[in-house]
């Protein structure tokens, strides 16, 4: 059976189709299911009233389902789990589940599983610098939803093509698919996917120079999202004009757009991403405040730690340089 077409909200990457969605998700059975099995997670943020402990999904519901025959379960179980996995750092976790989304999808022949599998697997390997694979999925996701003729899809693919194309390095073509994107969603109706894409277009053209061009395009993005209460959306749009602020020598409105982002970013509990901008917030203050630097770059050192995320090392090097400077 090929699952509908609203299935493939539960892995977009926001509200409204910007890839990080808040609709319900298509079988709220299996959904109830994974809730009810929570196994705890790890500690986290002692003492620092940064985030909060939060249960962890077990990913054997989605084996389970792939297991006993239900493909159609397997694949949208998945899908429920994505925003979970991808705000907590769950990365390894979500490319496990996405294999058995993708080969359960495969067996029914259900292309729109395959699609949106294809490229929930693109997006966890990209944030498990699996670059190289990333492309190949979502390669293969774009073919697949060339055929379903989905543009909205197509246009998500090609934003998340723009970020790992952007995380390798390669912000013309990372430009240029952000472009391809937001093209795809003119006259769309998806008003939150196109304010996602046009914070895109400003974060390339931003790591490309223009930061003129990233703030005027950052500034249509946050009408949006802030009409359609997408909170996620605004903190993107946020941390992309403190980048854009900070580069042009204004620190001050830069770290006032990074505190926007923070608070955004810890309501919604989206550890990783407070801890980026956590680490972009230090850099605006560096020149001016040392100790307002230690402290931002020492509590995304917490969160990096804590998610065992590479990063961390490059936050506890600029630690180490104010240390070294006293």
């Known amino acids: 059976m090929t699952a509908p077409v609203h299935a493939d909200r539960a892995v977009a990457e926001g509200q409204g189709g910007n890839d990080r969605s808040g609709s319900a998700p298509p079988h709220r059975h299996a959904d109830h299911r994974w809730r009810r099995r929570f196994r705890p997670g790890r500690q986290r943020l002692r003492g620092s009233g940064l985030g909060r402990q939060r249960p962890r999904p077990r990913r054997d519901d989605d084996e389970h389902a792939a297991a006993h025959d239900f493909p159609a ?94 995380r390798m390095g390669r912000q013309a073509e990372a430009l240029d698919h952000a472009r391809r994107a ?85 309501d919604l509990d989206m550890c990783y991403y407070q801890a980026e901008t956590l680490t972009h917030l230090g850099d605006a203050q560096a020149a001016a405040d040392t100790e307002a630097a230690r402290r931002a770059w020492s509590q995304a050192l917490e969160i990096l730690d804590d998610l065992g995320h590479p990063e961390a090392g490059q936050v506890r090097a600029k630690l180490d340089t104010l240390r070294a400077e006293r």
């Open 73 to 166: 379960h397997a694949w949208q179980l998945a899908a429920t789990l994505t925003e979970y996995l991808d705000r907590q750092g769950h990365w390894h976790d979500w490319l496990t589940t996405q294999h058995t989304a993708l080969d359960a999808a495969r067996r029914a022949a259900d292309l729109r599983g395959q699609a949106v599998s294809q490229r929930g697997l693109a997006r966890a390997s990209n944030w498990s610098d699996q670059h190289e694979n990333a492309l190949f999925h979502f390669t293969h996701a774009l073919q697949l939803y060339a055929r379903l003729d989905d543009r909205a899809g197509q246009a998500r693919v090609h934003r998340g093509l723009s970020h790992t194309l952007g």
């Open 182 to 266: 937001l093209a795809l969603l003119r006259g769309a109706g998806d008003p939150a996917g196109e304010a996602v894409t046009l914070n895109a277009v400003g974060w390339h053209l931003a790591q490309l120079g223009d930061h003129r061009q990233a703030l005027r395009h950052c500034r249509r993005a946050l009408t949006l999202p802030r009409e359609l209460g997408d909170r996620s959306g605004q903190a993107y749009t946020w941390d992309t004009l403190g980048y854009a602020h900070h580069h042009l020598g204004e620190d001050h409105r830069a770290a006032d757009c990074y505190r926007h982002a923070i608070a955004l970013y810890r």
